[in-house]
């Protein structure tokens, strides 16, 4: 089945700078590959997704971008902000075949903190 | 407003005692599935709807029972509820391929 490995656990940047999450998925079949935000004590939102027949997507200071070959994508923050401090999720997407339905892997979450 | 409910939000039980999370969503979805999360393990599968009546289990289903009688219901069953079941629960729903909505979560505690 579908595996996805997200790295790393937990990363700290200064204010101002970037930051990059990155996550890897086994299954060549997925095609959906949504990013989660998780402040403390809430529930995972929606922040952004790609689907495999694209290789970048933006939404302001938000990237994410999708390499199938190696079957891994990434996550990037610019201009960091303190509001940007949470857990982050990758996951990845299938619709299978027998069903029309999907399942959806996520990765095991990163916790960034944004120094002052 | 779409959305996904859960109830309880908050529940403290005892073990042993039979328990009912249910979950309903009003996005005519036909994938939904049930995550606990604990500290340091993210987002944890426990049993997954593809459609009506049609169930399967997750990464960790061992203690728990779903139904799918209805499109909009998923509840999750805990038979007899043990400590290491305490966790924050989450429901979500989706349509196949698509965003994934997740209810505001339940928090479980059994003593």
């Known amino acids: 089945g579908e595996n996805v490995e997200q790295h790393p656990s937990t990363l700290s940047v200064q204010e101002g700078d970037s930051a990059v999450i990155k996550c890897t998925y086994s299954?060549?079949?997925?095609?959906?590959f949504p990013w989660y935000k998780q402040e403390l004590g809430k529930r995972p939102q929606l922040i952004i997704d790609?689907?495999?027949?694209?290789g970048e997507k933006k939404d302001q200071r938000i990237a994410v971008t999708l390499n199938k070959t190696a079957k891994h994508f990434s996550l990037h923050i610019t201009e960091t902000q303190p509001e940007d401090s949470a857990v982050y999720f990758c996951a990845a997407s299938m619709v299978l075949t027998y069903s029309s339905a999907s399942k959806i892997i996520f990765g095991s979450g990163t916790r960034l903190s944004i120094r002052p | 407003e779409a959305q996904v409910t859960q109830n309880p939000r908050y529940l403290i039980t005892v073990t042993g005692k039979k328990l009912t999370v249910t979950c309903s969503q009003n996005?005519?979805?036909?994938?939904m599935s049930w995550y606990r999360q604990d500290p340091g393990l993210g987002l944890r599968q426990i049993y997954y709807?593809?459609?009506?009546?049609?169930?399967d289990k997750g990464d960790v289903p061992e203690g728990y029972k779903v139904s799918r009688k209805e499109k909009r219901n998923f509840p999750l069953i805990l038979e007899s509820p043990s400590p290491n079941q305490t966790s924050l629960y989450f429901c979500?729903?989706?349509?196949?391929?698509?965003?994934?909505?997740f209810g505001e979560g339940s928090w479980l505690t059994v003593v």
């Open positions: 996005m005519n979805h036909e994938y």
């Open positions: 790609i689907r495999s027949n694209v």
């Open positions: 709807s593809m459609n009506v009546e049609v169930t």
């Open positions: 299954d060549s079949a997925s095609n959906y």
């Open positions: 979500a729903s989706s349509l196949p391929g698509n965003t994934i909505y």
